[in-house]
């Protein structure tokens, strides 16, 4: 059992997700940061960024729309941080690397494996046609 667990933990696809949730919650931690230090004070109501008091009470009951904004404006400003800062970015990078690509690909040449199995094929036709 212990050998099928190391077997488990060794494989790439294990270590790879291990190394991604980590960078993920990191990148996550700088993302939610440059929203809540440079973003939402620049787009919040002048002199008022944190809009967790605001709330209204209707028979005793008491409705925080105020955290309810905090917790939109974060999501739209992470949301658009990240658009803004990493996807258009490697959108445009990517359109970069394939500029000058077009109709003209060579096609890679088939693998010895795809040329035996061209040839297992041509024979069971030719067989099939005797």
Not at 31 to 57: C, M, Q, R, W, Y
């Amino acid at each position: 059992m212990f050998k099928e667990f190391k077997a488990f933990i060794m494989r790439g696809n294990v270590v790879d997700l291990a190394v991604a949730v980590v960078i993920g919650a990191a990148f996550g931690a700088v993302v939610t940061s440059l929203v809540e230090n440079i973003v939402t004070p620049l787009i919040g109501i002048p002199g008022k960024t944190d809009f967790a008091s605001l709330h209204f009470t209707i028979n005793d009951s008491v409705f925080r729309y105020g955290a309810f904004l905090n917790s939109l404006i974060s999501f739209v400003s992470i949301a658009a941080a990240i658009f803004f800062f990493v996807v258009k970015p490697l959108n445009m990078l990517a359109a970069r690397r394939n500029r000058g690509e077009g109709a003209e690909e060579d096609t890679p040449a088939p693998s010895d494996e795809a040329l035996i199995l061209a040839e297992i094929r041509d024979l069971l036709r030719a067989q099939q046609t005797s």
